[in-house]
């Protein structure tokens, strides 16, 4: 399983364009910008469907399964569709995610695109050119799902984006998984109050440790923090933050090569 970081920002990505703080000075400063979460397994299968283009030499041309989360904009927007349809009109695709999100989708379709349609529903098992697909619910504002994708060549991966502290369901679900590759959101770093659906530097090591209990992370599980704002701190500190939790910060563009 080659995993593929399009994007490990959150909605506004970091450095927010309108920001001057600490944390988006630093990114400018050092010239790391990320874009809106969105990740590439074995350059076919596309999680999120993002707003931004992906990093400089990457290529969708080879997508055949888009897996969305939800239909907040930053993981499905649709006129990417409307790009892909001007450049393979002819080739098949499997749009997986919340029927809303479907829905938003949809009138971005050509009447006669071959392109499939198909609801996520938590629990219920997908096979898409041989990867397995299991839809795991999150804990969000709006109907929202994450996903157990196992690739036929070998390979892992827990995507886990947008949600508050995952639920018991979930975690139950990938009991005795062993996961190669876990990417768990943390949006809100130091900001503790902010009473949404989200993790933080507070939360997430506690869903990290949950995981652990149930052996869906082990100690050779790449855990990596994604969509992240401009509420954590600058990356050098984020980054001993995360590892002191066996976490890692990686940069959009990177690459990870798990599994046989």
Known sequence: ???????????DGWPNPWCSCRSCSDARTNGVTR???????????????????????????????????????????????????????????????????????????APDAPVELVVAEPGRPLR??????????????IPAVLYDLTSPGGGRLLYATD??????????????????????EQTFGEKLDHGTCHLDLATF?????RLRAVGAVTEDTAVVAVHLSHHNPPAGVLAGRLAAH??????????LQVGA
Do not use: K
Request: aromatic share 4%; charged share 20%.
């Open 128 to 141: 898409r050119r041989d990867y397995e697909v299991r839809v795991l619910p999150a804990e969000h504002e």
């Open 35 to 109: 874009r809106q979460t969105s990740v590439l397994v074995d350059g076919g299968v596309l999680l999120d469907l993002s707003p931004a283009l992906p990093p400089d030499g990457l290529s969708l041309a080879g997508v055949h399964t888009v897996l969305i989360t939800h239909s907040h904009p930053d993981h499905c927007a649709p006129f990417g569709l409307l790009w892909r349809h001007w450049a393979r009109p002819d080739d098949p695709l499997t749009i997986v995610g919340p029927a809303d999100a479907l829905e938003t989708c949809r009138p971005w379709l």
């Open 163 to 184: 949600t508050g502290p995952l639920p018991e369901a979930a975690v139950e679900a990938v009991r005795g998984a062993s996961f190669d590759v876990v990417l768990l």
């Open 246 to 255: 066996g976490a890692r910060l990686l940069p959009d563009g990177a690459e």
């Open 1 to 11: 399983m080659r995993v593929t970081l399009l994007g490990t920002g959150a909605a």
């Open 205 to 209: 090591p506690v869903q990290v440790d």
